[in-house]
């Protein structure tokens, strides 16, 4: 799998677009359920489980960050992997995350509210910048500054909450996941029943994603999701992630490609410490698999989930 990380103000525009295709061309526009689960608690594996008394949360250290112009950065938790910024100003904001030469851009809101970016890139020294758009797609640097990150763990980053999965302790996405799981006995088993809750219950909505089809800059609310027990693609990547890493779980969201057709989609790849099997896709031991929620809810049995099938570009 390759992984591009030169961003694009248009990436989520066609992700969403292409959600839709997706759901349409490969698996029918119909709603949530229908696919059978084959796993069962006896043939799950992985580490026993025993979901964490606090859930790892990340926290803008306004404290710790150092700033000028209005916009700040927080590097104070770079060994957890990721930072945070927060700026006010009266033109659109980004903050660009820089390793060796590629990049990773994310909105940031005017308004001084502060957002956690990941640091997905592994070890190594990461360039912060807090970019205010000047004229049409150009960007020029308030702030910028630098952290050589040496993460606890290859998993910490997907571990926390950050921009496109963002949740708390009092999130509804907690305690769902909680509930979902208070009989898994492994991490197998929990993966197993927060994966078949998903795929039962929140259906594609493709108003949705015809109404975010001209826009850019979506980002999921797991806890919307939730409530509605609708949404795209990235809603789903979002949602099981949030509940995955709640629970201890490392959970990455991915974008990218899915052939045959190239389109642009969202999916998770999980981290679990064992292996074990359910319809739709493969727990590979001690290795990131791929689950992909949104072709499952909708049906698509095994015509999907192939990981030869996917192309990574950017990971949250």
Not at 121 to 132: A, F, K, L, R
Not at 181 to 205: C, F, H, K, M, P
Request: glycine share 10%.
């Amino acid at each position: 799998m390759t992984r591009t990380r030169n961003i694009s103000l248009l990436s989520l525009l066609f992700a969403l677009i292409a959600c839709v295709i997706c759901a349409c061309l490969l698996v029918g526009c119909g709603g949530g359920g229908g696919a059978t689960s084959e796993g069962t608690a006896e043939d799950t594996a992985g580490d026993p489980f025993t979901p964490p008394s606090n859930i790892a949360l990340s926290v803008f250290n306004a404290s710790a960050a150092t700033g000028q112009n209005n916009a700040f950065i927080d590097i104070s938790q770079a060994s957890l992997g990721y930072v945070g910024a927060s700026a006010t100003s009266g033109s659109r904001l980004k903050l660009q995350v820089t390793k060796n030469g590629q990049s990773m851009n994310y909105d940031m809101p005017s308004d001084g509210t502060p957002i956690i970016a990941p640091l997905d890139m592994g070890n190594g020294t990461y360039t912060i910048s807090v970019m205010q758009n000047t004229s049409g797609s150009r960007y020029a640097e308030l702030y910028s500054t630098s952290v050589n990150a040496k993460l606890q763990t290859e998993q910490a980053p997907y571990l926390v909450p950050n921009v496109f999965c963002d949740y708390d302790e009092n999130s509804q996405v907690v305690w769902k996941a909680r509930e979902l799981t208070q009989n898994a006995e492994n991490e197998g088993d929990a993966l197993r029943l927060i994966y078949e809750w998903i795929e039962n219950n929140v259906s594609y909505d493709n108003a949705k994603a015809e109404q975010l089809a001209g826009k850019s800059g979506y980002i999921p609310d797991p806890d919307e999701t939730l409530q509605t027990q609708r949404g795209i693609c990235f809603d789903y990547a979002s949602l099981a992630a949030a509940m995955l890493r709640s629970l201890g779980i490392p959970c990455q969201i991915v974008t990218g490609y899915v052939s045959p057709d190239g389109v642009y989609h969202a999916w998770n790849m999980v981290w679990i410490d064992g292996s074990w099997k359910a319809a739709h896709f493969t727990v590979n031991p001690k290795d990131w698999t791929r689950v992909d929620l949104t072709f499952a809810a909708n049906g698509a049995g095994s015509t999907v989930g192939d990981g030869s099938n996917y192309t990574d570009r950017y990971v949250y």
